[in-house]
């Protein structure tokens, strides 16, 4: 994707230019996610541009010097999720749940959270079911905050300390020291 593609090219001239710019954030933009209808089909390429050998973020961590990569952490959020059961177009309509994935060298893996709650199984065979969205994105990216310069996830996300967070979470080992 040629768009993906120079945002890429411009984090990576960033970041080689640090001396400079001191850059601390950066934001991207990859749209057009919104498919109600065959939703494999559209979402799959896309999550290949982003992921896959010799695409985007695989060509950036190729060409990062090791010192710069430990020191990156990538965010990738939407900003809505999807709901429970298919359509008729064999995609599915607008929720509030949602997936965030924090990728880098500094992240500790795993899923944060219970991310099939038995609560919503039984909501499968109902129409127009909707994923309940159990953390908000809040205190994912305040985590990163924090992480990147202690105590600034607060200032960055006020409403942090009253969004929503799953009972039993705690993000505040996803990131190493």
């Given at each position: ?35 109600h209808k065959e939703q494999r089909s559209f979402i799959e390429p896309k999550l290949a541009d982003m992921f896959g050998d010799g695409k985007a973020f695989d060509v950036l961590y190729q060409q990062l010097p090791p010192s710069t990569a430990d020191n990156l952490v990538l965010v990738c959020a ?100």
């Amino acid at each position: 994707n040629p768009y993906l593609g120079e945002q890429i090219r411009n984090l990576y001239d960033s970041l080689a230019s640090a001396d400079l710019l001191s850059l601390r954030v950066a934001s991207m933009e990859f749209g057009s996610w919104d498919s109600h209808k065959e939703q494999r089909s559209f979402i799959e390429p896309k999550l290949a541009d982003m992921f896959g050998d010799g695409k985007a973020f695989d060509v950036l961590y190729q060409q990062l010097p090791p010192s710069t990569a430990d020191n990156l952490v990538l965010v990738c959020a939407g900003e809505f999720g999807r709901q429970l059961r298919a359509n008729g177009g064999n995609g599915s309509d607008h929720g509030r749940g949602t997936t965030v994935m924090v990728i880098g060298n500094a992240v500790r893996g795993g899923v944060y959270g219970n991310m099939f709650p038995e609560s919503e199984l039984a909501l499968l065979d109902v129409s127009s079911s909707d994923i309940a969205g159990l953390t908000a994105i809040d205190h994912v990216f305040g985590r990163s905050c924090d992480w990147m310069v202690p105590g600034s996830g607060n200032i960055v996300f006020p409403n942090r300390s009253s969004a929503i967070i799953e009972p039993g979470v705690d993000l505040s080992t996803m990131l190493s020291a």
